[in-house]
């Protein structure tokens, strides 16, 4: 089992344990979607609580931490799995805001569907047994809670079910991996190469010296630099134009008579 994943299993089966203990924890710990500046910690702390009527409640979201969590965590990285928890889970929370969802909020099931959705994007076609039997692919899951929680949520079905949690869980993490993936190193570099050809300075390419460059790299310079007399400057990749620009001197150089 990953960290993070161990640690809310126990963070969310210690709370429910003090919640059956410790009188009145629950009411404090809940989010109240109309008075959220009156109790502004609910936003966080209504994911660690559970309904202590029902066991299933905590069970149910336990499980599917469990089972998708450490794959996801693995996926993600630590620090990326629990941002993306947590932002899930708060993003659950501001849309029952919006909505203006009463009542009092408890449960991580926003958070864990969150998880769930991570899930689906890097593993779309893996197969979920639903109460053990029932196999569903992971994206269609995924769409199938999302129209429950959109009917639900707005037909006024509820059933003490919080539909805009559900639905924020899933919209913080769409968000965060969209956030994530533009920010990693290899979507950097590979926007660096897309950029434009003509922002990459090629430099006095037209007194570059072929006989000085290496019989390795000869080639491919002759072949660019025919490629230019054939369709000119513009038409060499941003590759072709940083590869060639290895080889030219700048352009305050003096050009040789052609």
Known sequence: MTPWVKRLLIAN???????????????????????????PWGIVTYMFVHSEQSFTHILFNMIALYFFGPRVEERLGSAHFIRLYFISGITGALLSI??????????????????????????????????????????????????????GGLAGGGGGVAHFAHLGGYLGAWVYLIWMER?????????KLDKPAKK???????????????????????????????????????????????????DDRPVRPH
Do not use: M
């Open 13 to 39: 089966v210690g709370v429910f344990f003090l919640q059956l203990t410790v009188p009145g924890l629950t009411e404090l710990l809940a989010f109240y979607p109309s008075l959220v500046f009156r109790y």
């Open 98 to 151: 919006v909505f203006n969802q009463g009542g009092s909020i408890v449960g991580a099931s926003g958070a864990v569907f969150g998880v769930q959705l991570a899930f689906a994007k890097y593993w779309p076609r893996e197969r979920i047994y639903i109460w053990g039997v029932l196999p569903v692919e992971a994206w269609l899951l995924v769409l199938i809670t999302t129209a429950l929680a959109l009917y």
């Open 183 to 191: 920010r990693s190193p290899a979507r950097q570099w590979k926007a």
């Open 200 to 250: 990459v300075e090629v430099g006095n390419w037209r007194n570059i010296d072929t006989k000085s460059i290496h019989e390795v790299n000869r080639a491919e310079v002759d072949r660019i630099l025919d490629k230019i007399g054939a369709k000119g400057i513009e038409s060499l990749t941003p590759a072709e134009r940083t590869f060639l620009s290895h080889f030219a001197p700048p």
